[in-house]
């Protein structure tokens, strides 16, 4: 490609008398290279859009989290009591895991829905005559997006419930069962 | 009627004498340093099965910390304990669980039962807790109801029964994995004294049943039920009485 250029300068050049070193006396749209730039401003946004997307789904996780550590301390005596029954570690750490879990799993199939809505909302604008939207084009729900989603989202969903949970099997009995 | 059943398997300690609860020189110190508090400041003691014991004593002296360390909520600071002959020192998190499910019933003033879930629910949970087959908890739990005259509400939550059925269910729920020993902190606390006599009934009369029984107490009446009262002062024994009225532990 940079050979034929130069050689379409230099045989112009001596056609036409210009100095072939001069770049600016014509120019030369390259499709290769203006797709190439397209592309890249694709997966720019794309990662732009990613990085939003994993920010957005850390949030919720937060949330959750959150939700779980108001939970355990609230129920703190419960808790306790369960000790004094015997509970081992996992009866106290596994509810807490595992509601932080279904909470992210709701969240997540309530996304997934409304993900599928708007993209059938989305598909309702006309493209015709609308040059915008027509390169744009129409939304499509990307399984492998979804299933990595979903993973990170499990992922946080754990995590969400873990830490809130091992708080819980911190609690001493002795200390929330004394009477007051 | 001894649907509580009676110290089974569980095999006499290397004490010696077979005490379900033999304590040497238990210290209990909280904090560290310059700000600590001695709890506990070398407690000797030794129950037998089927007594049944007062611990009494004012506010402060060590009593509840005496409580939670027999019934292994808490940890000693120093000194030796074994329950049922097994030693309590060194054991994991898990298997302090373990021997809190098997071998020891707890008992509060505020009942501390689950609110979520029904009085049967309650009854049930040690036993869910220590591993029992779904049949078997349904068998047990109905009978340790009706022993306590709650067969009624066993469906009941705890936010619609009285101070004097929260109890009962309460003991019915302690006696579910038929422990070693029942351990009460002032049971009769928070109840009026008709449901507190009623408290009282029970324990004697699981105390007539063989079951070894401790509670922490204020309520003379109560104490005077007792086998044997253990008065505690600032961190110690202060003195130790079997009780003139009692008959021994039956045989």
Known sequence: MKHALRRMHEVLGARYQFDPDDERVFGVWDTVESSRLRRNIMVGIEIFLGIIGALTLMIGGVGVANIMYASVKERTREIGVMMALGARRRWVVGPIVLEGLTYTLLGGLFGIVMAVFVIILLGMIPTEGNDAIAFLGKPTLSPSIGIISALILGAIGLLAGYFPARRAASVDPAEVLREE | ?251
């Not at chain 2, 560290?32 to 070398?42: D, P, S, W």
């Not at chain 2, 078997?136 to 029964?161: F, I, M, N, W, Y």
């Not at chain 2, 009262?229 to 600032?234: G, L």
Request: charged share 25%; aromatic share 4%.
């Open chain 2, 1 to 251: 009627m001894n649907i509580f059943g009676r110290g089974r398997r569980k095999g006499n300690g290397s004490n010696g004498n077979g005490a379900v609860i033999w304590m040497k020189d238990i210290r209990k110190v909280y904090g560290a340093g310059k700000v600590h508090v001695e709890a506990l400041r070398g407690i000797d003691l030794a129950i037998a099965k089927g007594e049944f014991v007062a611990i009494v004593g004012p506010s402060g002296s060590g009593k509840s910390t005496l409580m939670n360390l027999i019934g292994c909520l808490d940890t000693p600071s120093g000194g030796e304990y074994e329950l049922a002959g097994q030693p309590v020192e060194g054991l994991d998190p898990n298997a302090l669980a373990d021997i809190r499910n098997r071998r020891v019933g707890f008992v509060f003033q505020s009942f501390n039962l689950l609110p979520a879930i029904t009085a049967f629910e309650n009854v049930e949970m040690p036993l869910l807790l220590g591993g029992v087959p779904k049949r078997q908890r349904r068998r047990r739990g109905t009978e340790l109801l009706e022993r306590v005259d709650l067969a009624d509400r066993s469906h009941h939550k705890p936010a619609e029964l009285s101070g004097g059925q929260l109890q009962r269910v309460a003991i019915a729920r302690a006696m579910a994995m038929d422990p070693d020993i029942l351990l009460a902190d002032e049971p009769t606390g928070n109840l009026d004294t008709s449901s507190g006599g009623d408290i009282m009934s029970l324990f004697s009369a699981l105390h007539e049943t063989g079951r070894t029984i401790l509670v922490v107490t204020h309520d003379k009446a109560l104490s005077r039920r007792a086998s044997r009262v253990v008065e505690i002062r600032d961190g110690l024994i202060e003195s130790d009485q079997k009780s003139a009225t009692d008959s021994s532990p039956p045989a």
